[in-house]
Structure formats: C-alpha cells, structure tokens
C-alpha cells in the first residue's frame, strides 16, 4: 500500500482545511485508517483513525468537535477535516494504513505511512 497525503497549507487561526490522502493497493479497504501528526520539537500523536468500514472513529482529546475523519473506500481516499484551527494544531500530518481492520491509536500499530503534509496556522 502506498500512501499520498495533500491539502496541507498555511492558514489562520480559526480557519479550516481538509486533509486527503490516496492509498494505491488492493488492501486499503480492509484496513483502518489513522492520521497522526508531528509538531515541531514534538513526538508524533494520534489524531484520529476510523475503521475499516467507516464505522468507529477516535479523536485525541484535543481535536474533538473541530476535526471529522472519514473515508471513501470506492476510491481509496481517507480525509480529514479539520475546523476551527488552532496554534497548536501546526504540524506535519501524516496518514496511516493499520495493520488490523480497526484504527488503533498507537503509531507502532500502522505499518503504511504517506510522507506527510505540512499545516501550520499563524495566530
């Protein structure tokens, strides 16, 4: 599976953007999905991950009620939509194909990863 994440940018805070990312490879339906991101000076978190089917999403705390992942398993895309951006959501976002059909919160659970799309929002 290879993975190709896109719609990052720059943006205002309060803003909103929406994250894609295309998966070639026959497998991207049978697996969840995760977006994890990287600040600077940061680890790499967990955004948010939906399942195979679109049936179960988690959040981190801090991305709740502004962020909504989904997923278009007709055309193997995974989206993430992102609202009221702030600061701290400043990043690189990366996309992530688990190795189960669920979408764990734990990076060392994904064994895809894109090569990550740059957000940052200005104050």
């Known amino acids: 599976v290879q993975l190709q994440a896109s719609g990052g940018g720059l943006v205002q805070a309060g803003g909103s953007l929406k994250l894609s990312c295309t998966a070639s490879?026959?497998?991207?339906?049978?697996?969840?999905m995760g977006w994890f991101r990287q600040g600077p000076g940061k680890e790499r978190e967990f955004v948010a991950g939906?399942?195979?089917?679109?049936?179960?999403?988690t959040y981190v705390d801090s991305v709740k009620g502004r962020f909504t992942i989904s997923r278009d398993n007709a055309k193997n895309m995974v989206f993430l939509q992102m609202n009221n951006l702030k600061p701290e959501d400043t990043a690189v976002y990366y996309c992530?194909?688990?190795?189960?059909?669920?979408?764990?919160?734990?990076?060392?659970?994904?064994?895809?990863w894109g090569q990550g799309t740059l957000v940052t929002v200005s104050s």
């Open positions: 992530a194909a688990s190795r189960t059909v669920m979408a764990s919160m734990v990076w060392r659970d994904y064994n895809y």
């Open positions: 939906i399942s195979w089917r679109g049936g179960s999403m």
């Open positions: 490879g026959r497998v991207f339906s049978n697996n969840g």
